[in-house]
């Protein structure tokens, strides 16, 4: 699933290409990823302008120029591909958003969707998020007072949204590793150095993961070469059974609360 730096990265990708862009024709073939009849959907959007993305968690906000906003979320195997019908990718499409420069397709949208909402609607789904991960009010302190009173596990806790909005599977046990804490320690026995820890990885990962393109590997144009490049520097996350880059160790892989986790034993102690 796309995480933090995945949809920063297509957030900066949308706003070169569309932002102030009008909306020249819209196709759905899978009426649930939307969630108004297809009719109505595409005649609320044809004509309209796109001014600007906004992100928020692992959502994207097209600011559209009647007021309304279009949220996507991607959800597990969602993608984006900006170009021609020549250069889109073999691939199943659920929506396609025609604009005068190329077109926007959605592809692998079975869980994800792409919802026309109002302010008060947007507002209301976005509710419950959790503070950004960059967010200037996010001080180290106000960082661990998310965990406070919180007795589960540290892996379980990053990825919840409700705490901190942006991190999933991969970038936890990135985060995680940076900071020599395994992600299965319950969150009570956390010390004040790892807390700083984690709060310092948090940001150099994130940053790291956006500036190389994250780790999903389908390009956003024909042309792309960057998206997915951070693949090839994960540290842990998707590497079980070889050996640690940094010691040379045996990452393990386990399951907590259904979720795969990915860690060093000798790099990462208890908290």
Request: aromatic letters at 10%; charged letters at 30%; glycine letters at 10%.
């Amino acid at each position: 699933m796309p995480e933090w730096p995945e949809m920063e990265r297509y957030r900066t990708l949308l706003g070169e290409r569309i932002a102030g862009a009008r909306l020249q024709d819209v196709e759905v073939t899978r009426e649930k990823s939307v969630n108004m009849p297809v009719d109505q959907f595409k005649a609320e959007l044809i004509g309209r302008s796109v001014w600007f993305i906004e992100r928020r968690g692992k959502h994207l906000i097209f600011h559209l120029d009647n007021g309304k906003r279009l949220l996507l979320h991607l959800m597990l195997g969602g993608w984006m591909f900006y170009g021609s019908e020549e250069e889109k990718p073999d691939r199943t499409v659920q929506i396609t958003l025609t604009f005068p420069q190329g077109n926007l397709y959605f592809i692998g949208l079975r869980l994800g969707y792409l919802h026309l909402l109002s302010v008060k609607e947007l507002d209301e789904r976005l509710k419950d998020l959790g503070p950004e991960p960059f967010d200037s009010r996010l001080t180290e302190a106000r960082f661990r007072e998310l965990f406070k009173g919180k007795r589960g596990v540290l892996k379980s806790a990053l990825v919840d949204q409700k705490v901190i909005a942006g991190i999933g599977n991969c970038y936890a046990d990135e985060i995680a590793f940076a900071a020599g804490v395994r992600p299965g320690t319950r969150i009570p026995a956390l010390s004040d150095e790892s807390w700083s820890r984690l709060y310092a990885s948090m940001h150099a990962k994130l940053q790291q993961a956006t500036s190389l393109g994250g780790y999903m590997e389908e390009p956003f144009t024909a042309d792309d070469l960057l998206t997915g490049g951070y693949n090839d520097h994960c540290q842990v996350y998707d590497r079980g059974g070889e050996p640690c880059l940094r010691c040379g160790s045996e990452i393990v892989r386990e399951e907590i609360n259904s979720r795969k986790v990915f860690y060093c034993s000798n790099c990462q102690q208890e908290g």
